[in-house]
């Protein structure tokens, strides 16, 4: 039954993520949809444009028709017969009507040449028709005699849709210049073959280019977008593997890309890898306390059973398990506190990203401590080659703690010449701080593992003195955590070296950074609470 519940969750969970709409089915349509009402406004505005001029021209073509015929009839003076229409009219123009030639050989070439009426009746497109006042046809080119209509006004131009294509009509009235009235009527008629035919080839090639041009920036916005997307994907499928694992060692591929989705993908790797640490430290931790608390633990439970058994009663048994129990409570404390500073160190960046130390003063200090807890041991310091002003970006109290660490691990593997010696020295880039002791001494073999965790080179005797083998690994944590070096040079009987160096810092780059933690620190202060 559960695994049937499950089937159908699993299920509805996949319906549902197929029903979600793609992001480059998005994209693309939206691309897509502004391209071609680009195109179709662009189309429109050029047609309308083309469709203006083009009519425009054919307009011209017809009112210079009325306007040859006004000249040449306007002088009748009284209503238009064709008796004195037909000798208004110039003679080529009369033997164009009587099925002449338009240019008779003893004509002057420039007469015939310059006749606007002749020129404008020959043209295939315009049938002219010339009425009188009682609607009679006077004058007709012999073509197909277009019909009058009444209209108001001097002239009326109108634009007529047919099935052949669109036609131009004008109606103008024709006044006498004598007696200034009304004589007859000029009907022109234009088929506008030309503006038909140049507006049925621009809308061919228009809808025929927008059509490619659509398609062609469809295909190549989805290659952009399919670009910009794939990677997403990518992530989105890493982000889920380590979602349903967080185990999962899964990572996005390089790219390849150089911009903002490289970039995101790397910072999308380094927070995995930054999670996975955090994932490793917690399993470390919990794996350390397990392992390290159980002799401790151990020891107190068999003291109590003995104590239960027979030793409650025994003053001398009773005072040797109590203070081997506080013994190793105190161990077991001093431990949990070296693995919570461990487990701190590696959250550097996080913590302390912008804390500065003067390496001269705190070396001064340290130094001064140390000795003052250890008055049997000679610990000198050695800084002329440091400037007072050197500063590295640490926070004091790790640099402190470091340098301690190193002291105290010399103090405790001393034999005779009870001696330590710190010295510091500035390169071109980066401060050397190096730590001397005379003690035993360490193998070359151990010198490869000192840094490691719980790693002692002489388990029994460092118990005897406290050790729980994390000193180091906290040092070494600290110094890399700053990106620093740490590293040992010892010769077995002759005592060990250990020599730790960071990068220096500029004393602009120090000024920043002091900047930065003072203003981070008045931000993180609460209001009401007295700053320093």
Do not use: C
């Not at 039954?1 to 996949?14: F, G, N, R, V, Y």
């Not at 590696?346 to 500065?356: G, H, S, T």
């Not at 073999?445 to 729980?468: C, L, M, P, S, W």
């Not at 250990?498 to 602009?508: A, E, M, Q």
């Amino acid at each position: 039954m559960k695994m049937m519940t499950a089937h159908k969750k699993e299920k509805k969970k996949e319906t549902k993520s197929s029903k979600r709409a793609s992001l480059i089915v998005r994209w693309v349509s939206v691309v897509s949809l502004t391209i071609a009402v680009s195109f179709i406004l662009f189309s429109v505005i050029i047609y309308s444009t083309v469709s203006q001029q083009a009519l425009s021209q054919q307009e011209a073509s017809s009112n210079r028709v009325i306007v040859t015929l006004d000249r040449q009839l306007s002088p009748i003076p009284d209503e238009l017969q064709i008796a004195n229409v037909i000798p208004a009219l110039s003679p080529s123009t009369r033997r164009v009507l009587n099925g002449g030639p338009s240019i008779k050989s003893e004509d002057d070439a420039n007469t015939a040449f310059s006749d606007d009426l002749i020129s404008s009746i020959s043209n295939p497109d315009i049938s002219v028709a010339v009425y009188n006042r009682h609607n009679e046809v006077v004058f007709s080119n012999g073509k197909l005699t277009p019909k009058f209509k009444r209209f108001s006004g001097e002239r009326k131009m109108q634009k007529v849709m047919t099935p052949t294509g669109a036609q131009l009509f004008i109606y103008s009235r024709l006044v006498s210049r004598k007696t200034n009235r009304t004589t007859g009527y000029i009907v022109v008629q234009n088929a506008m073959t030309s503006y038909n035919h140049l507006m049925h080839n621009l809308l061919r090639w228009m809808i025929g280019i927008s059509l490619v041009a659509i398609l062609l920036f469809t295909l190549i916005a989805y290659i952009i977008v399919r670009d910009v997307v794939n990677p997403i994907k990518e992530i989105s499928k890493v982000a889920r593997q380590v979602n349903d694992d967080p185990n999962s060692t899964a990572r996005i591929k390089e790219l390849h890309r150089n911009d903002e989705l490289e970039e995101l993908a790397t910072s999308f790797n380094k927070m995995l890898d930054r999670m996975q640490s955090y994932i490793d430290q917690q399993k470390q931790f919990v794996s350390d306390v397990s392992h390290e608390l159980r002799t401790p633990v151990a020891v107190i439970e068999g003291h109590l059973n003995m104590l239960e058994r027979w030793g409650k009663d025994d003053p001398e048994i009773l005072d040797e398990s109590i203070n081997a129990s506080v013994q190793e409570a105190d161990r077991m404390k001093h431990l949990i506190q070296e693995m919570l500073d461990l487990t701190r160190a590696e959250q550097i960046d996080v913590l302390y990203p912008n804390k500065v130390t003067n390496v001269t003063a705190l070396l001064r200090r340290v130094t001064s401590d140390m000795a003052m807890v250890h008055p049997d041991f000679n610990i000198q310091l050695e800084i002329d080659d440091l400037p007072e002003d050197t500063e590295i970006q640490i926070y004091q109290g790790h640099l402190e703690q470091i340098l301690v660490i190193l002291i105290d691990n010399g103090i405790k593997y001393s034999t005779d010449q009870k001696q330590i010696n710190v010295s510091a020295g500035v390169t071109q880039d980066d401060v050397h701080i190096i730590v001397q002791d005379f003690g035993e001494g360490i193998s070359e073999q151990d010198q490869k593992k000192i840094f490691n965790r719980f790693y002692r080179v002489d388990k029994a005797r460092t118990r005897e003195k406290g050790g729980n083998g994390l000193g180091l690994a906290i040092a070494q944590k600290l110094v890399t955590s700053y990106h620093g070096e740490i590293s040992v040079d010892s010769v077995l009987g002759q005592g060990s070296q250990f020599k730790i160096s960071f990068p220096v810092l500029s004393p602009d780059k120090a000024k920043k950074l002091k900047e930065i933690e003072a203003e981070k620190y008045k931000n993180d202060v609460p209001d009401g609470i007295l700053k320093p």
